[in-house]
Antibody
Framework: QVHLVQSGGGVVQPGRSLRLSCAAS????????MHWVRQAPGKGLEWVAV????????HYTASVKGRFTISRDNSKNTLSLQMNSLGVDDTAVYYC????????????WGQGVLVTVSS | VMTQSPDSLAVSLGERATINCKSS????????????LAWYQQKSGQPPKVLIY???TRESGVPDRFTGSGSGTDFTLTISSLQAEDVAIYYC??????????FGQGTRLEIK
């Protein structure tokens, strides 16, 4: 059964850092691109970042470029998102999600973790 | 930019619901004759779930009352006979770009 289990959310002060993790199981993790998507309270979905299946390339939405780093460990079937210099606008539920091998629709998604940036 | 219409929709049980999605650029790749467009359903308190990809391919397990159509820049998600469990927010998403993906703003579907 394909499964993504997330950890690492919480409350953090503005300017601080937080690291999210996503543990994958039930599929060949190293064969798929992986994404992070976030959803601010009461808002829609915002794509955050993608990392290629082999970790060879990463892309970010403009608002997090230079602050967030996506990474993966294919030997441990784990995806991470290092978030630095957090601001109140980063408050959201963060989801990890698997991309496709032929097209980047997202399936499945992790359960989501809430990141609250507040003083 | 992906623009959905309407922002919200109320439909009676058993009636048809139609949600539109318009892309600012074509998401059709002539090299493989595919539209790089997906539809998702998000129920309250849950992560999104893919319903449709390649604009019209239904994900395994998705009821056949859900149909995706359209090509190029204009797409439609149709629910042929609304059921109570279909109350949700629906999103379209383009995956045409190799460096990013983009979601529509969402359409809230309710029972009239």
């Amino acid at each position: 059964q394909v499964h993504l289990v997330q950890s690492g959310g919480g409350v953090v002060q503005p300017g601080r850092s937080l690291r999210l993790s996503c543990a994958a199981s039930g599929f060949s993790f190293g064969s798929y691109a992986m994404h992070w998507v976030r959803q601010a309270p009461g808002k829609g979905l915002e794509w955050v970042a993608v990392i290629y299946h082999d970790g060879s390339n990463e892309h970010y939405t403009a608002s997090v470029k230079g602050r967030f780093t996506i990474s993966r460990d294919n030997s441990k079937n784990t995806l991470s998102l290092q978030m630095n210099s957090l601001g109140v606008d980063d408050t959201a539920v963060y989801y990890c999600a698997r991309g496709g091998t032929t097209g980047n629709w997202l399936d499945p998604w992790g359960q989501g973790v809430l990141v609250t940036v507040s003083s | 930019v992906m623009t959905q219409s309407p922002d919200s929709l109320a439909v009676s049980l058993g009636e048809r619901a139609t949600i539109n999605c318009k892309s600012s650029q074509s998401v059709f790749y002539s090299s493989d004759n595919k539209n790089y467009l997906a539809w998702y359903q998000q129920k309250s308190g849950q992560p999104p779930k893919v319903l449709i990809y390649w604009a019209s391919t239904r994900e395994s397990g998705v009821p056949d009352r859900f149909t995706g159509s359209g090509s190029g820049t204009d797409f439609t998600l149709t629910i042929s006979s609304l059921q109570a469990e279909d109350v949700a927010i629906y999103y379209c998403q383009q995956y045409y770009s190799s460096v990013s993906i983009t979601f529509g703003q969402g359409t809230r579907l309710e029972i009239k």
